[in-house]
Nanobody, 131 residues
Framework: EVQLVESGGGLVQPGGSLRLSCVVS????????IGWFRQAPGKEREGVSC????????YYADSVEGRFTISRDNAKNTVYLQMNSLEPEDTAVYYC????????????????????????WGEGTLVTVSS
């Protein structure tokens, strides 16, 4: 059974930083794409970033480009989302999710974040940015 477990959420002041972790089990970590999505109260789910072994530099939504960094640790089967310069608008439940495919071109990842067609989802971790 494939499982994704997020951690690292919490309360942070505007301008602060947090690092989210997503541990993946039951799936070959070298395959597939791991994505981070978020959903704020009353808003639709938004794709944030994703990464795969074929696209290791990651792909980002415009809203987080330059502030967030996605990375992966193959030895730990873990994907991280380093979030800097956090804003109140970043407040949301953050989910990591798995799509079993991966490609070398950014078109796939742009579509994945926009459509959110993922195969397995984690339970989410809450990030609150407030003074």
């Amino acid at each position: 059974e494939v499982q994704l477990v997020e951690s690292g959420g919490g309360l942070v002041q505007p301008g602060g930083s947090l690092r989210l972790s997503c541990v993946v089990s039951g799936f070959n970590f070298d395959d597939g794409t791991i994505g981070w999505f978020r959903q704020a109260p009353g808003k639709e789910r938004e794709g944030v970033s994703c990464i795969s072994s074929r696209f290791p530099r990651g792909y980002y939504a415009d809203s987080v480009e330059g502030r967030f960094t996605i990375s992966r640790d193959n030895a730990k089967n873990t994907v991280y989302l380093q979030m800097n310069s956090l804003e109140p608008e970043d407040t949301a439940v953050y989910y990591c999710a798995l799509n079993r495919d991966s490609y070398y071109t950014d078109v796939f990842y742009r579509t994945l974040l926009r459509v959110g067609r993922m195969d397995v989802w984690g339970e989410g971790t809450l990030v609150t940015v407030s003074s």
